[in-house]
């Protein structure tokens, strides 16, 4: 709200605010309210859907980029091949250094 010299004042601030309508005025000042709000915060499906899309593209850009995990570790026969040791029922052993 302001005053006589435009100075603002904070009238309340409603945490969880209720958006049903009991009236025609309530409907109209709801409205009014959320159209204001979705102006200000410059939301409009245009920008919903360009946010929507960039998130889709590096979502995929990283599921498509080659990992850097050792194929050797994907694979406990080659892993024991290299290590020469042997598998135990819970993969690959690592080698001990002597």
């Known amino acids: 709200m302001f005053d006589d010299k435009l100075k603002a004042y904070l009238i309340e601030v409603n945490q969880m605010p209720s958006f049903a309508t009991e009236s025609p005025l309530d409907h109209k000042i709801k409205k009014g309210v959320i159209k204001d709000s979705i102006?200000?915060?410059?939301?409009?499906?245009?920008?919903?859907?360009?946010?929507?899309?960039?998130?889709?593209?590096?979502?995929?850009?990283?599921?498509?980029?080659?990992n850097n995990i050792n194929p050797i570790l994907l694979d406990p026969a080659k892993a024991a091949q290299k290590s020469n040791a042997p598998l135990s029922n819970n993969g690959p052993t690592m080698p001990v250094r002597k």
Do not use: F, G, H
Request: hydrophobic content about 30%.
């Open 39 to 66: 102006s200000l915060l410059n939301l409009s499906v245009k920008r919903r859907n360009r946010i929507k899309n960039n998130k889709k593209a590096e979502l995929q850009k990283r599921l498509l980029k080659p």
